[in-house]
């Protein structure tokens, strides 16, 4: 016998939720974020035993009435059929007493990952079907987000965490070379704090400018310093603003003292055995190399200083349930490819996951096509647009897993209401977005 009831004790519930690996967009914390949100917090027992827990927010939209949303569904086992059942039909009853035009869910469970169809996403899909949910295909009507993620799982299959030299071993060539070019081509980085962020604005002006310029070029919906900074002040303490600064100073530093080592190496050359010549070759070889780039990325950042310190990348990322997730970031334009920045700065964000102990880095999403419904009645294949293909290719780099998940599944308690929501919020949406463009 299940009970359902609206929780007054917060600490209880997060405490709940963060041992069961519910993510920071179903926490109490949440709600200091969405504001514009009514928040409930809904928990389910059996007898005395806390079993269900589910952040349930509730907008009010014109002629679509009261729309309830459960960020990341319930956080409960998906394999309890009884429970999905008896919550079920108790929010039915929330819902229908509360003249609510529908209550909308996202839960995470994979329908796919890297292509391969997961038994236990269709099995889901078919029980909360069955129990009446209506799967939302739609991509443009989503409330929260894309329907797929991008995983490096932080743990081995027995459990025990991995390192980051472990999880960069997996990672493509590339990675690994760009990750050891950082610090040689003058990358610095630094991890800010909420407190960091108040006593130097200039920290979420030199990350908003990354995630301009990001966004110019991916047509990813920028947010503002206000909504970034409100979000590190609501998850104080299991947050941070990550940057890196590109310094034409210390990049010329540092290609003095490669050719310096390469001049010591040209004397050395003559008389040198075989050995020791090829090695003295390589080190010439590479200053040459490293001396191209280094004249490339002169010459890109002309427009600026030597005393200029450069904001070249930045992430933003939460930390919270066993998850490091990944919520914003990007480069900037100029010499994004030179310094390699994007690889130097998720390999960063990574190891703080790692060292926080998470079990899974989220790095985040990519805009995928509107896909077709199987005749099963899930979601088919989720490909990312055009010009998202190279940000996937890139977090596919990191040997980052892609699930592909389920979606957004509906409770209609107003089928005319619930009509005009689904067919107006995705034009208001798209104003938005062009508002947003004309004004920056």
Not at 7 to 16: C, R, T
Not at 27 to 46: E, I, L, M, N, P
Not at 294 to 319: H, N, P, W
């Amino acid at each position: 016998m299940y009970t359902f009831r609206i929780e007054s004790d917060l600490a209880a519930y997060d405490a709940f939720l963060a041992s069961r690996g519910g993510q920071y967009i179903q926490c109490s914390r949440w709600q200091t974020v969405k504001t514009t949100w009514k928040c409930s917090y809904y928990c389910g027992f059996a007898g005395e035993k806390r079993v269900l827990a589910a952040l349930v927010m509730e907008r009010v939209l014109p002629a679509a009435g009261k729309i309830w949303y459960c960020s990341g569904g319930p956080v409960c086992d998906y394999g309890d059929t009884a429970l999905l059942q008896a919550f079920t039909d108790f929010m039915r009853g929330e819902v229908k007493a509360h003249g609510v035009t529908a209550f909308i869910m996202d839960p995470p469970v994979s329908l796919r990952v890297n292509g391969e169809e997961q038994d236990y996403g269709h099995a889901l899909h078919r029980t909360l079907t069955e129990m009446g949910y209506v799967l939302n295909g739609n991509l443009a009507n989503y409330t929260y987000k894309q329907p797929v993620q991008l995983f490096i799982p932080l743990r081995d299959e027995a459990g025990a965490p991995l390192t980051a030299s472990q999880i960069l071993k997996k990672c493509d060539k590339g990675v690994r070379y760009s990750i050891r070019l950082g610090e040689s081509r003058g990358l610095t980085a630094r991890t800010c704090t909420y407190a960091d962020v108040v006593r130097e604005p200039k920290l979420m002006e030199d990350f908003i400018s990354v995630m301009r310029d990001t966004s110019e070029r991916d047509n990813f919906v920028e947010r503002d310093g206000a909504y970034c900074t409100k979000l590190l002040q609501a998850f104080d303490g299991c947050s941070d603003l990550k940057l890196i600064y590109y310094s034409k100073t210390k990049d010329r530093a540092l290609e003095e003292e490669r050719q310096k080592k390469k001049a010591e190496a040209l004397a050395a050359l003559p008389g040198a055995h075989e050995k020791k010549a090829r090695q003295l070759q390589e080190i010439i070889d590479s200053a040459d190399k490293q001396h191209e780039h280094f004249e490339k990325r002169m010459a890109q950042a002309d427009d600026y200083t030597d005393d200029d310190e450069i904001c070249v990348a930045g992430g933003l990322s939460i930390y919270y349930g066993g998850m490091g997730s990944c919520l914003f970031g990007g480069t900037k334009n100029v010499i994004r490819n030179e310094t390699r920045s994007s690889h130097y700065l998720n390999y960063l964000r990574l190891c703080e996951s790692i060292e926080r102990g998470c079990n899974i880095h989220d790095l985040g999403y990519v805009i995928v096509h509107s896909p077709e419904l199987q005749a099963d009645g899930t979601l088919g294949p989720l490909e990312p647009m055009e010009n998202f293909k190279g940000i996937y290719d890139f977090k596919k780099s990191f040997s980052a897993d892609y699930h592909e998940f389920i979606g957004e599944y509906v409770l209609i308690g107003s089928r005319v209401k619930y009509y005009a929501y689904a067919t107006l919020m995705p034009k208001a949406k798209k104003m938005k977005i062009n508002l947003i463009k004309k004004l920056r």
